[in-house]
């Protein structure tokens, strides 16, 4: 996209004639997001209305990950394309996170929304962007329209009924005894129905409300974390309902490592207290449950929903009492990782669900192809198959491995626990058959599940798996912690740098099968002293924040059982 830039800077005219040209056909999209929403606890079995008009009328993705479990890392994500250690966003709050660290990595000179605003797109955004949008550092980043550019601003984020916006670049807007979301939800209506006045210019429209994320409060002394308050008019509802008890809740045995092994099984009072957080968590969902409605009947009233791609989604999921863990998310486990992400829209099939294995990073890629404009090389992820014609995507079939990596402090929700040795860099590969999770952690320890046997992660087997399996992962890992581009797409090409000219000799009567592309592929027996010669992946030490030089390899072999 960075020959769009050029272009439009050598020929302003041309470039100008050309957007208005082809923005007449374009798809419009809307983006719900929510913050800290989990998947694995059925927060979407308890919003009606997101069924109706999302889940029965598109499809959702049931293998969609977000590769750093953190609002400011993996929001960073979605919009360019990265991974964290290429974008370098990693944490919530400066140095290493935030709005600031955002601005100072230039992240926003050349992502989706310069590229669709390039394209002729009006860009819109309302609700939360990432923290660190304060009083002093609310504008709106390249890309986003100023007209329509309400983000909410700092203290006073997370606060439901006292929130505080910063509108369209300009005085702050702070709000008292008035639901959040509902504001948000008028807000929205508005911006809708000024953009069908001019219904040639096609739209991005984010919509994020906080829910069900926790209430926060910046004091003098400390950073206060209370439960999720709903609208008044939703107390009460789910008023005898508990957090699901998967295997993995409050175990009676841990085999976790660092941090997490160490920790004691949850009291009584603990668990209710984790009981009514996950009502008051479903509860400040259901007026996002009434925004997503009357967003969507809104479309339809202004002759816009048949050209327009919805998506709902969050910035990363949640546990509640998962491997005896009080609340919050910033693990590699399936809680904290993987998310809701369903889409409605022209092409895409209704009612169903997809197996594809998706991040946030593959998002960018996934809306210009569906706009179709060129997505760029340097993306870290190409294309989610979302229509109901795969044939579209050609050679971009769905990913098989990406990493899930963090670097910063871990802390628990509603408490003032914290934990140092955090850092962990993961590969998950989803294949025919296969579900794995393969952790390194800055203690030095490893974990490994295998999730189509143990899909709740409660036996932690590494120390029982075959030194050939183990140093596969290895390679994987080894490469996807540093990956670009390309190499992020198709790390066994690294691994195997012959793959093309292999490819090109398949030839199953002379044995000759082609490269490796799967994990099935590198499993060949004949690859054996090939990966137990590799270098395994290791830190040096356990440090908040991403330092390449903390990050190397080591000589050691697995020893064959």
């Known amino acids: 996209?960075?020959?769009?830039?050029?272009?439009?800077?050598?020929?302003?005219?041309?470039?100008?004639?050309?957007?208005?040209?082809?923005?007449?056909?374009?798809?419009?999209?809307?983006?719900?997001?929510?913050?800290?929403?989990?998947?694995?606890?059925?927060?979407?079995?308890?919003?009606?209305?997101?069924?109706?008009?999302?889940r029965d009328q598109g499809t959702e993705f049931t293998n969609y990950y977000t590769t750093t479990a953190m609002c400011c890392p993996s929001r960073v994500s979605l919009w360019s394309g990265q991974f964290a250690h290429n974008h370098n966003v990693t944490d919530e709050a400066p140095p290493h996170g935030s709005y600031t660290k955002f601005v100072s990595q230039?992240?926003?000179?050349?992502?989706?929304?310069?590229?669709?605003?390039?394209?002729?797109?009006?860009?819109?955004?309302?609700g939360k962007f990432i923290n660190g949008v304060s009083p002093t550092l609310k504008r709106a980043p390249k890309g986003f329209d100023k007209a329509h550019w309400e983000p909410l601003v700092a203290p006073n984020i997370y606060t439901f009924y006292t929130p505080v916006f910063a509108t369209n670049d300009g005085p702050l807007e702070p709000h008292t005894g008035v639901y959040q979301t509902d504001i948000i939800s008028n807000k929205s209506i508005a911006i809708l129905d000024g953009l069908a006045q001019n219904k040639s210019n096609p739209f991005l429209f984010v919509i994020s409300p906080t829910a069900p994320h926790d209430e926060v409060w910046i004091t003098p002394n400390a950073t206060v974390f209370t439960p999720p308050v709903p609208a008044k008019r939703h107390e009460g509802l789910f008023k005898d309902l508990k957090a699901p008890r998967h295997p993995s809740f409050n175990p009676e045995k841990n085999d976790k490592v660092s941090w997490i092994g160490s920790l004691p099984r949850l009291n009584d009072s603990q668990v209710d207290a984790i009981d009514a957080i996950y009502r008051a968590r479903l509860q400040s969902l259901q007026a996002t449950d009434e925004l997503v409605e009357r967003i969507i009947k809104r479309l339809e009233h202004n002759g816009q929903l048949e050209n327009t791609y919805i998506v709902y989604t969050t910035d990363n999921g949640y546990h509640l009492g998962t491997h005896r863990m009080f609340s919050?998310?910033?693990?590699?486990?399936?809680?904290?990782?993987?998310?809701?992400?369903?889409?409605?829209?022209?092409?895409i099939a209704k009612g169903a669900k997809s197996?594809?294995?998706?991040?946030?990073?593959?998002?960018?890629?996934?809306?210009?192809?569906?706009?179709?404009?060129?997505?760029?090389?340097?993306?870290?992820?190409?294309?989610?198959?979302?229509?109901?014609?795969?044939?579209?995507?050609?050679k971009d079939q769905p990913s098989e491995a990406f990493a899930v990596e963090f670097w910063a402090q871990a802390f628990m929700e509603n408490t003032t626990s914290t934990f140092n040795t955090n850092t962990y860099k993961s590969v998950r590969l989803i294949g025919q058959g296969y579900n794995l999770l393969y952790t390194v952690w800055c203690t030095g320890e490893h974990e490994y599940y295998d999730l189509v046997k143990d899909p709740f992660q409660i036996k932690n087997i590494y120390k029982e798996t075959k030194a050939s399996l183990l140093n596969r992962l290895d390679a994987l890992l080894n490469v996807l912690r540093t990956c670009k581009g390309p190499t992020c797409r198709d790390p066994?090409?690294?691994i195997h740098p012959d793959n093309k000219q292999l490819d090109s000799k398949v030839d199953e009567k002379e044995g000759n099968s082609g490269?490796?592309?799967?994990?099935?592929?590198?499993?060949?027996?004949?690859?054996?002293?090939?990966?137990?010669?590799?270098?395994?992946?290791?830190f040096k030490d356990c440090i908040q924040y991403y330092l390449t030089s903390n990050e190397g390899t080591i000589p050691e072999q697995h020893t064959e059982l």
């Open 106 to 126: 230039n992240i926003e000179q050349d992502w989706l929304p310069t590229w669709l605003q390039a394209a002729g797109y009006s860009n819109n955004y309302i």
């Open 1 to 54: 996209m960075k020959t769009i830039s050029f272009l439009a800077a050598a020929f302003p005219a041309a470039i100008l004639s050309i957007s208005q040209l082809v923005s007449a056909s374009k798809p419009n999209f809307l983006v719900f997001l929510t913050d800290d929403q989990d998947r694995r606890m059925n927060s979407l079995d308890h919003l009606p209305l997101v069924k109706k008009y999302i």
């Open 355 to 394: 197996n594809a294995v998706a991040t946030h990073t593959h998002f960018p890629a996934t809306v210009l192809k569906l706009a179709g404009l060129p997505v760029p090389e340097e993306l870290d992820a190409h294309s989610i198959p979302v229509l109901e014609n795969k044939a579209v995507y050609g």
């Open 515 to 538: 490269g490796v592309h799967s994990l099935t592929d590198a499993l060949n027996k004949k690859y054996d002293q090939f990966y137990a010669n590799l270098p395994k992946f290791a």
């Open 492 to 494: 066994w090409s690294v």
């Open 328 to 347: 919050g998310k910033q693990t590699a486990y399936e809680e904290d990782s993987n998310i809701p992400f369903i889409i409605r829209g022209p092409g």
